[in-house]
């Protein structure tokens, strides 16, 4: 690390390089000298707050279809707080069901009912690989029947 101890005299000023720390030691009228305890990382306050701020916009509710009817257009919420271009994934849709990624939509027809409640996951990476995750669930119930009618 870069340490300076600075008097009255002779002011010093240090930056400190990319994660290098530096220790800031300051000395009193009395001799006695007297370190902070905080150490000083340097970052670039956009990284620094992208990072922190990288996640998805809102959430989803769980979601209830039926299997061999279509559903309603599903939209992910957007990723914001990231680096560059955000790209997104979607794991775990039931049968029949697609993501577009582009749209960040899911949509389609599920072929077949769940058994229960099945989790699927959001995911967005931005172009520095941060990585926001968001969790729901889909449950697909059988098909409607209104019996035989022949």
Request: glycine residues 8%; hydrophobic residues 35%.
């Amino acid at each position: 690390g870069t340490t300076t101890t600075p008097t009255d005299e002779q002011p010093s000023t240090t930056t400190p390089t990319d994660e290098q720390p530096s220790t800031i030691t300051s000395t009193d009228e009395q001799l006695s000298t007297t370190t902070p305890t905080q150490t000083l990382v340097e970052t670039s306050g956009e990284e620094e707050d992208s990072e922190q701020a990288f996640g998805f916009a809102g959430a989803v509710e769980d979601q209830a279809y039926t299997a061999e009817t279509a559903i309603t257009a599903l939209v992910m919420p957007d990723a914001t707080g990231g680096e560059g271009e955000v790209t997104y994934r979607v794991f775990g849709l039931p049968a029949g069901l697609s993501f577009d990624a582009a749209t960040r939509t899911i949509s389609g027809t599920p072929t077949a009912a769940t058994d229960g409640a099945v989790e699927v996951a959001c995911l967005a990476e931005d172009s520095i690989g941060a990585v926001a995750v968001l969790f729901f669930s889909i449950t697909v119930n059988p098909p409607l029947s209104f019996g035989d009618f022949s």
